[in-house]
């Protein structure tokens, strides 16, 4: 019956079926490290406490290995495929970002799948190169906690010019709220203070999304960081 199952879920995958939930992804990765087993309730106790193929893919290995029916193999072919993931994302110094568009592109496929809200933030060069790109990984249903700690520590790495920040809004209004406004303020005037620009900060829906910049938000928050470090950035 497992091999019956397994055989149908490659030619849905090799079909591109629509349909295919990222239960069923999940467990079509385990079928390649679990043998002659039903692996569907692993792959749902993951959905259920990650919330996505991403969200599993990234957790760390000590936690995935807690997972009832988790062995090492899995736990490695799932690291194999978030190290692919990250490694193909890490070209992005040859991806430029010019103009709103570009950034919400790049963010709408860091968000894909996800069914709680998450922050991710862009790193650029003076010439708009993508440096860095981290999505940050909490896992709230209704709004994003920001580490200013863990956003600055990788602003001194790298030494961008500009920032762009984002999250999701699964519930799919892109209308900010007053939590949004006062994040964006603190983490524009902490890239400030380090000569960062926050160029703008996004929201994600399914099929639409809020710019802080295009909506002249942005504008109120660099004069408060001039006025407030006495400079322009």
Same mark, same amino acid.
């Given at each position: 019956?497992?091999?019956?199952? *397994?055989? *149908?879920?490659?030619? *849905?995958?090799?079909?591109?079926?629509?349909?295919?939930? +990222?239960?069923?992804?999940?467990?079509?990765?385990?079928?390649?490290?679990?043998? *002659?087993?039903?692996?569907?309730?692993?792959?749902?106790?993951? #959905?259920?406490?990650?919330?996505?193929?991403?969200?599993?893919?990234?957790?760390?290995?000590?936690?995935?290995?807690?997972?009832?029916?988790?062995?090492?193999? !899995?736990?490695?072919?799932?690291? #194999?495929?978030?190290? #692919?993931? /990250?490694?193909?994302? &890490?070209?992005?110094? $040859?991806?430029?970002?010019? /103009?709103?568009? +570009?950034?919400?592109?790049?963010?709408?496929?860091?968000?894909?799948?996800?069914?709680?809200?998450?922050? %991710?933030?862009?790193?650029? %060069?003076?010439?708009?190169? =993508?440096?860095?790109?981290?999505?940050?990984?909490? &896992?709230?249903?209704?709004? =994003? /906690?920001?580490?200013?700690?863990?956003?600055?520590?990788?602003?001194?790495?790298? @030494?961008?010019? $500009?920032?762009?920040?984002?999250? /999701?809004?699964?519930?799919?209004?892109?209308?900010? @709220?007053?939590?949004?406004?006062?994040?964006?303020?603190?983490? %524009?005037? !902490?890239?400030?203070?380090? &000569?960062?620009?926050?160029? +703008?900060?996004? #929201?994600?829906? +399914? &099929?639409?999304?809020?710019?802080?910049?295009?909506?002249?938000?942005?504008?109120?928050?660099?004069?408060?960081?001039?006025?407030?470090?006495?400079?322009?950035?």
């Amino acid at each position: 019956m497992h091999e019956g199952h *397994r055989e *149908r879920l490659y030619t *849905r995958f090799l079909e591109c079926d629509p349909t295919l939930t +990222d239960v069923e992804t999940v467990e079509l990765l385990l079928c390649y490290s679990i043998a *002659r087993m039903d692996v569907k309730p692993i792959a749902k106790e993951l #959905i259920d406490i990650y919330g996505s193929v991403r969200g599993v893919i990234e957790a760390p290995a000590a936690a995935l290995m807690h997972v009832k029916g988790m062995g090492k193999k !899995s736990v490695v072919l799932f690291k #194999i495929f978030g190290k #692919i993931m /990250n490694d193909a994302m &890490n070209k992005e110094t $040859y991806y430029t970002i010019s /103009n709103i568009q +570009d950034a919400a592109a790049f963010f709408r496929t860091m968000f894909v799948g996800l069914k709680t809200e998450k922050f %991710a933030m862009l790193l650029l %060069a003076k010439d708009g190169k =993508v440096l860095d790109r981290t999505l940050y990984s909490q &896992n709230l249903q209704t709004e =994003v /906690n920001i580490n200013l700690s863990e956003i600055m520590l990788k602003v001194c790495e790298l @030494s961008p010019a $500009y920032a762009i920040i984002a999250h /999701n809004h699964p519930s799919g209004s892109v209308y900010p @709220s007053e939590y949004d406004d006062i994040s964006t303020k603190k983490i %524009a005037i !902490s890239l400030g203070i380090q &000569n960062v620009r926050l160029q +703008d900060h996004l #929201i994600i829906g +399914d &099929n639409s999304f809020f710019s802080y910049r295009s909506e002249g938000r942005m504008d109120e928050i660099w004069t408060t960081i001039n006025c407030a470090i006495g400079e322009p950035i």
